[in-house]
């Protein structure tokens, strides 16, 4: 089999409803599509969902990538022989992740429609659904708290809060949303980055009769100490997300105990090749993994699913980034019942346009 071409679109996506985050607002996404075309007939099918405040892409810099590098070096190539594809990309589109990970769902899913397998069992098929969260921005605290009983309505078990941006409005919302919500709702907290280590403990053990289950991303990137020492000193679990991109952030992590465990998003690291890589790391060092991901299309959605139903220490999912989107193409891509993911039923990642 051999690669023959590809076919490359962009798609914009209004938000249903725009949120903020501790450093940003979003009311739309705009993800890549790329279609793998082969002498043989199978295809494959990928997507980029690159944020620029996470990854520095956006989709005009993951467009050129694709026709300037990813064509030329793709076409004549045997897909089915996916590493050693993807090795020869890795290092011209090593600050291009979400562009990658675009190829690598591509490749991975031809790969299991090829072998007539859905691509989680072919992977190694550890589970058959996940239940996921699903994320409140920041929002006033009644808003909040309205949002969340709704989504509790909806069959949502487990809701993440974003916040960040104050301390004490904060502390106020993650009480008020345990009330409303009772004791059976797993709460998780995401502070992407906006507390120093003062603000973090603070927080922390001021919501401890909340019973928070995590919190992600306390504290700054550019001072990893400090989520280590907010780690040491807390008694919830410490998540990074911002902190880990590559193979060489997972052994860091590791190494320097910054962290208790670590969100794997397939745009942030490059793909699902390099997810489990990553997960390996993990999972020597006993670091829990949650999958994660951007605002991205139901698609993309099934790459990160797959990857975490093929994998036993991915104990956590947080793939909503297509809950909200209007006008998806890909949607019926993944399926919710009663707030758990389950892929389609059909080899690689199981979706056709």
């Not at 399926?335 to 346009?353: H, I, K, S, T, Y």
């Amino acid at each position: 089999m051999r690669v023959t071409g590809m076919e490359v679109w962009s798609h914009r996506m209004r938000l249903a409803e725009p949120y903020s985050i501790a450093n940003e607002s979003f009311d739309h996404a705009e993800n890549v599509f790329l279609r793998l075309l082969t002498d043989s007939g199978p295809v494959g099918l990928g997507c980029s969902a690159p944020d620029f405040g996470v990854t520095g892409e956006n989709a005009g810099t993951v467009l050129a990538a694709y026709d300037e590098i990813v064509r030329e070096h793709l076409v004549g190539m045997d897909p089915l022989r996916t590493l050693h594809v993807l090795d020869g990309l890795e290092q011209r589109l090593a600050t291009q992740p979400a562009a990658l990970a675009g190829v690598d769902m591509a490749l991975h899913d031809l790969l299991g429609r090829v072998a007539g397998l859905p691509l989680w069992v072919l992977l190694g098929g550890f589970r058959e659904s996940i239940m996921t969260t699903v994320t409140i921005g920041i929002l006033p605290t009644d808003e909040t708290v309205i949002r969340a009983r709704d989504f509790v309505r909806q069959g949502f078990r487990a809701l993440k809060l974003k916040g960040g941006r104050d301390v004490d409005d904060d502390i106020e919302r993650v009480h008020r949303v345990r009330e409303a919500v009772g004791p059976d709702i797993e709460l998780r907290f995401d502070a992407n980055q906006g507390y120093d280590t003062t603000g973090s403990l603070r927080f922390i053990e001021a919501t401890r009769a909340a019973r928070l289950e995590l919190i992600e991303q306390p504290t700054s990137v550019h001072s990893p100490e400090a989520m280590g020492r907010v780690s040491s000193a807390s008694h919830l679990p410490i998540m990074a997300d911002e902190s880990l991109h590559t193979l060489r952030d997972a052994f860091r992590i590791a190494s320097e105990d910054l962290a208790d465990m670590v969100n794997i998003k397939l745009m942030k690291v490059g793909g699902i090749a390099r997810a489990r890589r990553i997960d390996a790391v993990a999972r020597a060092a006993r670091l829990e993994v949650m999958v994660g991901c951007m605002d991205e299309c139901a698609l993309a959605i099934a790459g990160g699913l797959h990857f975490a139903l093929a994998h036993g220490n991915v104990k956590y999912a947080d793939l909503d980034g297509h809950f909200d989107l209007i006008d998806d193409p890909t949607d019926g891509a993944v399926l919710l019942e009663d707030g758990c993911l389950r892929p389609v039923d059909r080899p690689g990642l199981g979706f056709d346009f």
